[in-house]
């Protein structure tokens, strides 16, 4: 009976010691083979495994010894103009959190147009939306950082060789691919077996959308609590809204690997 009593003792500690400790999150994948930031797949292992909530990108974070790497991969034209012109931010929390203080800005947001409306954007020809994302990537050749450690707050030219950060953007036939590989060094004061054994969280977001119109009301035919306006724009009862759509987040949370 005593013997019995000892053992259940046991166990009953076993499992309070374990649901009191913190609990890890998955590991990632220790990057094996070199990354090189050009904006080509060809580094790494398809199809990604982590997606957003509308499926519209997929994404991959892995680690060696010395660097995070991130890929963002997207075939939807319209994720892929709101990546472009609006931008991403990735943020970085080596707490496990979802603390936002070291951020990295890539592509940079562009200037507001107000004759660009996104709702529209799908309605172009195929040669139109290409000629428009080729545009928007010449203009994608400055990056942004903030809150890394030993590094600069301020924008960079992606090609500055005294930044160990590297990021890269290329459209591939129909697929845009976002490369960055961000220096460890720069995340964590000391890479040690304490900062493996904690949680780490890193966020891929697509930054909001300027305000734009709202076009529910075509200039052919315009509807309002019912009443038709044939060939005319004009909103009875006010000026037209407008409509904004917010950052969207994707976190993960993971600890680093080695080897």
Request: net charge negative; proline share 5%.
């Amino acid at each position: 009976m005593h013997k019995i009593f000892f053992v259940s003792l046991l166990i009953i500690i076993s499992i309070s010691i374990n649901s009191c400790s913190p609990k890890l999150a998955p590991a990632a994948r220790f990057q094996q083979s070199a990354i090189v930031a050009d904006g080509n797949t060809n580094d790494w292992s398809m199809p990604l495994p982590f997606t957003n909530d509308h499926y519209t990108y997929h994404y991959n974070i892995t680690n060696d010894d010395k660097n995070i790497y991130i890929v963002i991969i997207s075939k939807d034209y319209l994720t892929q103009i709101r990546m472009l012109r609006s931008g991403i931010t990735v943020y970085f929390d080596p707490t496990g959190e979802k603390n936002k203080n070291i951020s990295l800005f890539f592509p940079l947001r562009k200037p507001d147009d107000p004759s660009t409306h996104y709702k529209n954007e799908n309605q172009l020809s195929s040669a139109d939306q290409k000629n428009e994302m080729n545009q928007l990537l010449l203009q994608s050749d400055y990056y942004g950082t903030a809150g890394f450690i030993n590094m600069e707050n301020g924008q960079f030219n992606i090609k500055n060789e005294n930044h160990t950060v590297q990021v890269a953007l290329k459209l591939n036939d129909s697929l845009l691919v976002y490369e960055a590989i961000i220096p460890l060094r720069n995340l964590v004061e000391e890479l040690n077996e304490k900062e493996y054994k904690k949680n780490f969280s890193i966020c891929v977001a697509l930054n909001n959308v300027p305000n734009q119109p709202d076009e529910s009301f075509a200039p052919s035919h315009s509807n309002y609590n019912g009443i038709h306006l044939s060939g005319t724009n004009t909103r009875i009862g006010g000026p037209k809204k407008n409509t904004e759509t917010k950052e969207e987040d994707s976190w993960y949370q993971f600890h680093l690997v080695n080897k």
